[in-house]
C-alpha cells in the first residue's frame, strides 16, 4: 500500500500540480509566447495528464506498480534531461516576470521530479521486497 502512494504522490505532481501551475498568464496563457510554443505546452500538459491518469489506473486498478513507475521515470526523467540541456537551446526556468519557483533554494521543478522519481524507485523497492520469492 506505501508503494502505491509513493508511486501515486508523484503522478500528481506531474499530471495535476504542473498543469494547476502552468495554466496561467506565464506558460500557456503567456502572450510574449509564440502561439506554436503555447499548443506545444498544452500538448505536453494534455499529454502528461493522460499518462497520469493510465499510472494512476495501473497502479490502483490493475496493481501494476512496475509499469507505472516506468511512466513516472519516462514522465519526470524527461524535464530533468530538458532542465540539464536547457543551456544548449536557451531554455530556462526564469519565468518572464524574472522570479523563478523555489523550494529549499532549489528550483521547484527540479526538486519535485527527483522527488518523484526517488519516490518511485522507493516504491519499487518496497513492492520488491514484499512480493514472495519465486
Not at 48 to 60: K, P, Y
Not at 80 to 103: C, N
Request: aromatic share 14%; charged share 10%; hydrophobic share 55%.
Amino acid at each position: 500500500m506505501l508503494g502505491k502512494l509513493l508511486v501515486t504522490l508523484g503522478i500528481v505532481f506531474y499530471a495535476v500540480v504542473v498543469p494547476i501551475f502552468e495554466l496561467n498568464d506565464s506558460h500557456v496563457f503567456n502572450p510574449s509566447w509564440e502561439a506554436h510554443a503555447r499548443l506545444h505546452e498544452v500538448w505536453q500538459l494534455a499529454t502528461n495528464c493522460a499518462i497520469g491518469a493510465f499510472s494512476f489506473w495501473l497502479v490502483w486498478f490493475k496493481a501494476n506498480l512496475r509499469l507505472s513507475s516506468l511512466m513516472t521515470f519516462f514522465v519526470t526523467g524527461g524535464f530533468l534531461l530538458a532542465y540539464a540541456l536547457r543551456g544548449s537551446y536557451g531554455g530556462s526556468m526564469v519565468l518572464s516576470d524574472g522570479s523563478e519557483k523555489m523550494i529549499l533554494g532549489i528550483n521547484l521543478g527540479l526538486f519535485a521530479y527527483t522527488l518523484a522519481i526517488i519516490l518511485a524507485l522507493l516504491a519499487l523497492y518496497l513492492d520488491r521486497s514484499h512480493r514472495p520469492a519465486t
